[in-house]
């Protein structure tokens, strides 16, 4: 196995603890590869590898040069390459923009994990006074409860009130249907009706209206 050098920026680090007992650190780089990094040589002393990955402090983000060597296995009928670090050490090169873009992205994935991980929190210290409380006024363990102890909270959280009634649309008034004429044809019977009540009435009787 020959001796490669690179430059990685490392995206993620895990420590796992092989099955002999010795203690293996895997590494993934911006192109999603990975590399794995043994903390102890055969004879039981740190490895050169490890002593420059402790020597970063925290390494995610970091860009690196690394010298490593690769090997050929077989993983559960898979062949899978290995690539094993031996040395480290930081670089003086400036990360390029995809590299700058992976810090950027990590830095605010971590910054959003840390404010989620305060907000819940907080919100169960707020949730725990509520639920004391209602204890205390003797309210069962029961759905409404619960839903009345959470809209507390979320009062508590974010200000809003959880009560407010919905505006509503106002009511427009029922239109009436529009009087339609009557079409239906009149019957020798109905046109006599219609001139005896014009006679009571005092209306004028047309002589064409009269049947014959």
């Known amino acids: 196995m020959d001796l490669q050098n690179k430059v990685i920026t490392i995206v993620s680090t895990e420590t796992k603890l092989t099955q002999n007992g010795k203690t293996m650190i895997k590494i993934k780089d911006q192109n999603n590869l990975t590399y794995q990094i043994w903390q102890l040589k055969q004879d039981g002393s740190e490895s050169v590898a490890y002593q420059g990955l402790q020597s970063l402090g ?11 060597k690769e090997d050929q296995g077989d993983f559960q009928g898979k ?24 810090k950027a992205q990590m830095s605010e994935a971590s910054q959003r994990n840390t404010d989620e991980k305060w907000t819940e929190i907080s919100k169960g210290k707020v949730r725990h ?37 919905e505006s509503k649309p106002e009511s427009k008034p029922e239109s009436k249907p529009e009087s339609k004429p009557d079409l239906t044809p009149k019957t020798e019977d109905d046109i006599i009706e219609e001139m005896q009540e014009q006679e009571e009435g005092g209306g004028e009787i047309k002589v064409e209206q009269i049947p014959f």
């Open 79 to 102: 062949a899978i390459t290995y690539r094993t670090i031996v040395n480290i050490k930081p670089t003086d090169r400036q990360p390029s923009q995809g590299e700058q873009r992976i």
């Open 129 to 165: 006074g509520v639920a004391c409380e209602f204890i205390r006024l003797g309210h069962e363990y029961e759905p409404v409860t619960l839903s009345k102890i959470n809209k507390w909270v979320e009062f508590i959280m974010t200000g809003e009130m959880f009560n407010k009634e």
């Open 58 to 68: 925290e390494p995610v983000g970091k860009t690196i040069e690394i010298g490593y």
